[in-house]
Every structure is written in structure tokens, then in C-alpha cells.
Nanobody
């Protein structure tokens, strides 16, 4: 199993950025997919979870600003950051889990597979 994030970089607060997470070794529709982020000196923070049927759940502080999607094959997942804030600056990770029920799983220990992360830096 391999997860590879890409698409990070610098972005301004009035801009938009789309992160990608390419998944291999897992069958689409059989795993939970989540996005986390970690800023320097802070704990890893949950951003969003995508259920096996594609339904997303977002953390409160990104609800309405971030949007998850996936390609038709279900092998690449996306996280779009719209109008990011400087506080959104962090390393962003995607993670996958083979939980029987995702139930918007939001704790890092619930995810078995992780990508290497992609850095997002927001400036005003």
C-alpha cells in the first residue's frame, strides 16, 4: 500500500490550492480516507474523512472552505483549500484505513497507511 501526496506549496489567503493523494495497493471503495495536518510544535490535526461511499465529513474550522473529491477511478483523492488562512499553514497528510465502518474516523491511530506529507504555506 502506498499513498503519495502532492500539490503543496505557497498560497495566498485569497487563493486556492489543490492537494492530491494517489493511492495504490488498495481497492477503491473499500477503505476510509482522511486528511490530517500538522503545524510545527502542534499535534496532528484531523481535517476531513471520506467514507467508503465517498461522503465527506469536515472538521469545523475547515467546513465550507475545504473540499474533498476524487477521480472517477477512486484512486486519487483531492483536498482543495479555498481562501486559506495563515493558520492553515501545515504539513498535510492523507491516510487510509481498513476500518469496517469509517464513521468519520478522526484519530490518527485509526489509520494504518500514511503518505509522506506535502507542505502548505499560507501568506496574507
Amino acid at each position: 500500500v502506498r499513498l503519495v501526496e502532492s500539490g503543496g506549496g505557497p498560497v495566498q489567503t485569497e487563493g486556492s490550492l489543490r492537494l492530491s493523494c494517489a493511492v495504490s495497493g488498495l481497492t477503491p471503495g473499500t477503505y476510509c480516507l482522511a486528511w490530517f495536518r500538522q503545524a510545527p510544535g502542534k499535534e496532528r490535526e484531523w481535517v476531513a474523512t471520506v467514507e467508503k461511499n465517498g461522503r465527506p465529513t469536515y472538521a469545523g474550522d475547515v467546513q465550507g472552505r475545504f473540499h474533498v473529491s476524487q477521480d472517477d477511478a477512486g484512486m486519487t483523492h483531492y483536498l482543495r483549500l479555498n481562501g486559506p488562512k495563515p493558520d492553515d499553514t501545515a504539513m498535510y497528510y492523507c491516510a487510509a484505513s481498513d476500518l469496517s465502518f469509517c464513521d468519520a474516523a478522526s484519530r490518527p491511530f485509526e489509520y494504518k497507511y500514511w503518505g509522506q506529507g506535502t507542505q502548505v504555506t499560507v501568506s496574507s
